[in-house]
Each structure stands twice: as C-alpha cells, then as structure tokens.
C-alpha cells in the first residue's frame, strides 16, 4: 500500500496533498498562496494530481464573476494518509482509565 511518505512525486505536489488533507478542499489561488508561487504553477500540479486520481475538483459559482475549481482529495489520495484509529481509541481510553478507574471505561 502507497502512502504518502513513499508515493513518488515532487515535493510540491506532496505539499499540496498535505495542504488538502489538513485544510479540506481549496481553491488554486489559496494553494498558491500557502506554497508562494503563481497560480498557473498551482493548476499545473494540480492537473497532474487529477491525472492520478489523487485530486479532483468541483466548480463553485461565486455570486459574482467566473465560477471557481475547489480542489479536493479523492479516496485514493486520501488513503495516502496514515490512518490511526485504533492508536487514538487506546489512548483514550487509557486516560479515561487514569482518571476514572476502571469503572469509567464499563461505564464508557
């Protein structure tokens, strides 16, 4: 299984799956701005993201103006992210055995 420390692409287009996992979906002009380059480069990366099936895109229309790409991670680049379910409820419930006793995990 891929993941995202040994899925092989550019550093940018591994910022920019980091940036969608961690703030949702996002505009081209947002991802630019967080990576400080233009936001033809952006749509650049982009485009070849979508081309792996890591990335699509919804049109939003904006009140006003042309109509905007939200960027978003499709299951497959989500899956690129560790998942640590079972770490989390283990520690959880570890705490909640520090604090309340055993008794508070029953009663949990």
Known sequence: MKTIA????PETRRKILELLKLHGPMTAHQLA??????VMG??????FLERD??????TV?????RPSYLYMLT????ELFPRTYA???E??????????????????
Not at 53 to 58: D, I
Not at 61 to 65: A, N, S
Not at 75 to 78: K, P, Q
């Open 75 to 78: 299951d497959a680049g989500d």
């Open 91 to 108: 520690s959880l419930l570890e705490t909640i055995r520090s604090l309340y006793g055993t008794t508070g995990v029953e009663q949990l």
């Open 53 to 58: 099936g890591l990335v699509h895109h919804e």
């Open 87 to 89: 770490q989390l409820a």
């Open 6 to 9: 040994t899925y092989h692409v």
């Open 61 to 65: 229309q904006k009140k006003l103006g």
């Open 33 to 38: 701005k967080e990576l400080r380059m233009t």
């Open 42 to 47: 952006a749509r650049g990366h982009l485009t």
